[in-house]
């Protein structure tokens, strides 16, 4: 079992910055690769970036691309999202996810842990 909790969310106005954090505790951590997914109201869980287990390869979805940077400290358990540049359709909750596995993807369904979601809400 691998738990994870997330931090950082909150209320910023358009043009802000959070940094999102995601602790994660039970199974070595540098095993999984990890991926931030987000839920807005009345939309679908959708993929905003992953890293690989080594942190050495990150990848970004295209609507997030220029804006948010995810890395990880395998030292601290701890991976993150830095958003810059917010804007209001990035309003969601954000989720951290592990997959046992080199890259996690951008599918949230071959993810095998989550974590309980931080709310991100941008304010025009």
């Known amino acids: 079992q691998v738990q994870l909790v997330e931090s950082g969310g909150g209320l910023v106005q358009a043009g802000g910055s959070l940094r999102l954090s995601c602790a994660a505790s039970?199974?070595?951590?540098?095993?999984?690769?990890m991926g931030w997914f987000r839920q807005g109201p009345g939309k679908d869980r959708e993929f905003v970036a992953a890293v690989t287990r080594s942190g050495t390869d990150t990848f970004n979805a295209d609507s997030v691309k220029g804006r948010f940077t995810v890395s990880r400290d395998n030292a601290k358990n701890t991976v993150y999202l830095q958003m810059n540049s917010l804007k209001p359709e990035d309003t969601a909750v954000y989720y951290c996810?592990?997959?046992?596995?080199?890259?996690?993807?951008?599918?949230?369904?071959?993810?095998?842990?989550w974590g309980q979601g931080t709310q991100v809400t941008v304010s025009s």
């Open positions: 039970g199974r070595t951590f540098s095993n999984y690769a």
């Open positions: 996810a592990a997959r046992d596995s080199y890259y996690g993807g951008s599918r949230y369904e071959l993810y095998d842990y």
